[in-house]
């Protein structure tokens, strides 16, 4: 079984489970909104820590349910 805290994922995975644009990830990524991607080998490869990323997911429920009260 993989650490989820080391585990990285790459970008259509990110995409898919946030559900938003590749625009609006890194609009947030640029705004200090959504946690930075790691630099891999190479200038253009990147993945993000899945649990930072499930990290996130979670605050944006929770700001939704407090909203909804």
Avoid: D, H
Wanted: proline share 4%.
């Amino acid at each position: 079984m993989i650490n989820k805290n080391l585990k990285l994922i790459k970008l259509p995975e990110v995409l898919n489970l946030c559900a938003i644009s590749k625009t609006t990830l890194y609009r947030l990524v640029n705004e200090g909104g959504f946690p930075n991607p790691v630099q891999l080998s190479g200038k253009r490869s990147v993945a993000w820590r899945y649990r930072e990323v499930e990290a996130w997911i979670e605050s944006r429920v929770s700001v939704k349910q407090w909203e909804m009260k």
